[in-house]
């Protein structure tokens, strides 16, 4: 009968004595039997795969997705591990698995990607925050205490806060803290002014306006301007509606190809 893995002689109750069972998985070649062995080699340690993806709850993500992530840790570290060296298993998977863990943390979990330097400030400076929670009642830690605390200056600790947001994103249909009529992020956003154009078109034609004639300035003004009907331009200027018609016409076209041709 083939001896399983044993679980005596270890500092943790999820870290089983396989030390036995990795010297026969090196002996063996390819084919059922190692994988078998190498089955119950994972399965034996997926206890303390379990308790190290315990250690991340809490963070955003579900906690079956980390135990799986944790357990893909595990199998890389057992078809790793070299009982040669004379390493206790133990010692090798734990950095395995965790950083398998804050892998799919960095890789996966980031709204916004960030670079990998202002992660490890943000996880500094979330943990210094933590601590210190601990110890200043009825008030958030500064950021020169959270500096003192994590060994950073003032500047990384800002970066670092600014992190800490960008971590998860804020849905734009999402309701803003203490609003009562669903007020949203949406609803803050600016939009286009369509008076831009019109900004731009006045300051297109302008210099075009100060050089034509005296009279015909003023006809435009008057229309354009002072918003006043052609009748009441004629009978101001004395002359014929349809001759203001016709200077209307004219400049505007006029205008309007000297405008064109500059900006072309």
Same mark, same amino acid.
């Given at each position: 009968m083939r001896n399983r893995p044993s679980t005596r002689h270890h500092p943790h109750d999820d870290a089983p004595d396989t030390a036995q069972a990795f010297r026969r998985l090196a002996a063996l070649p390819p084919g059922p039997r190692r994988d078998t062995l190498r089955g119950e080699i994972v399965e034996a340690w997926l206890p303390m795969a379990d308790r190290l993806?315990?250690?991340?709850?809490?963070?955003?993500?579900?906690?079956?997705?980390?135990?799986?992530?944790?357990?893909?840790?595990?199998?890389?570290?057992?078809?790793?591990?070299?009982?040669?060296?004379?390493?206790?298993?133990?010692? $090798?998977?734990v950095p395995t698995v965790t950083g398998e863990i804050k892998r799919h943390f960095r890789d996966h979990m980031w709204t916004l990607h960030v670079p990998r330097r202002v992660q490890e400030l943000r996880n500094r400076v979330r943990l210094a925050g933590q601590d210190l929670s601990r110890t200043?009642?009825?008030?958030?830690?500064?950021?020169?205490?959270?500096?003192?605390?994590?060994?950073?200056?003032?500047?990384?600790?800002?970066?670092?806060?600014?992190?800490?947001?960008?971590?998860?994103?804020?849905?734009?249909?999402?309701?803003?803290?203490?609003?009562?009529?669903? $007020?949203s992020l949406s609803d803050t956003l600016g939009s286009a002014d369509p008076a831009l154009d019109t900004?731009?078109?006045?300051?297109?034609?302008?210099?075009?306006?100060?050089?034509?004639?005296?009279?015909?300035?003023?006809?435009?003004y008057m229309r354009?301007?002072?918003?006043?009907?052609?009748s009441r331009i004629a009978e101001q200027l004395g002359i014929s509606q349809m001759h203001v018609s016709r200077l209307i016409n004219r400049c505007c076209g006029r205008l309007r190809e000297q405008v064109l041709k500059d900006a072309a």
């Open positions: 993806a315990g250690r991340f709850r809490n963070r955003g993500e579900n906690t079956e997705d980390l135990r799986q992530v944790a357990a893909l840790g595990l199998v890389k570290a057992v078809d790793r591990y070299d009982p040669d060296r004379g390493n206790a298993f133990e010692s $090798y998977a200043v009642s009825g008030r958030r830690p500064t950021v020169a205490e959270i500096a003192e605390h994590a060994h950073l200056d003032e500047d990384e600790v800002r970066e670092g806060l600014e992190a800490l947001e960008s971590f998860t994103a804020l849905s734009l249909d999402a309701e803003l803290p203490g609003s009562e009529d669903g $007020y900004v731009v078109d006045r300051e297109a034609v302008k210099p075009r306006l100060a050089a034509l004639p005296e009279r015909e300035r003023a006809i435009l354009f301007f002072d918003d006043m009907t052609q």
